[in-house]
């Protein structure tokens, strides 16, 4: 099973920034509707693989996009549960 991922942002408009240079840079992502057990401004995510994070965030800060968090995501008996890993403002 692969590892997820979701970054969560400030505004749609910096998730929309980073999309633009993801799909530039050939990454694989889903951009999703936030989980709402997750809280952030923007109603929207990006679903990412977890050996991609690392890249994807060093990305968004030379551009100089803010991520607000990175949530792993892990499915206990097919229940999603989300745990804030890093908090990046």
Known sequence: MRELVF????????LLQLEDILKEKSFKF?????????????????????????????LAQKQGIPVEGV?????EKKIRFYQKLLSLM
């Open 7 to 14: 970054l969560t942002f400030p505004s749609i408009h910096h």
């Open 30 to 58: 889903q951009m999703i509707p936030l989980p709402r057990e997750i809280r952030s401004d923007c109603g929207t995510c990006l679903l990412i693989e977890k050996e991609a994070t690392e890249n994807i965030l060093t």
């Open 71 to 75: 949530y792993p995501v892990t499915d």
